[in-house]
């Protein structure tokens, strides 16, 4: 499985952003997807899941409320749509996908958060 991240950039504190992750291969296999995220001298975290099969999503307490990952099954992409964005969310964000023979990360999209 092959994942493109795409819709990173810069916005002011209080603003929003989408994020994609356009999925090709054998996506039939991918059983969960999910965002993480690494800020500069940290380690990469988990932000948000989604199973593609049943809609179950699940964030990490720091974006409840402010993020939302979605999923189109007929387009094979996913996406995460930032509100109220803060400047501690400044990360670079990447795609995951996982399932039977597949662990596959995205090559990451900068989002960078002015305050």
């Known amino acids: 499985v092959q994942l493109v991240e795409s819709g990173g950039g810069l916005v002011q504190a209080g603003g929003s952003l989408r994020l994609s992750c356009a999925a090709s291969?054998?996506?039939?296999?991918?059983?969960?997807m999910g965002w993480y995220r690494q800020a500069p001298g940290k380690r990469r975290e988990l932000v948000a899941t989604?199973?593609?099969?049943?809609?179950?999503?699940n964030y990490v307490d720091s974006v409840m409320g402010r993020f939302t990952i979605s999923r189109d099954n007929a387009k094979n992409t996913m996406y995460l749509q930032m509100n109220s964005l803060r400047p501690e969310d400044t990360a670079v964000y990447y795609c995951n996908a996982g399932g039977i023979g597949v662990w596959s990360w995205g090559q990451g999209t900068q989002v960078t958060v002015s305050s």
């Open positions: 291969g054998s996506t039939s296999s991918i059983s969960v």
């Open positions: 989604i199973i593609p099969g049943t809609g179950v999503t």
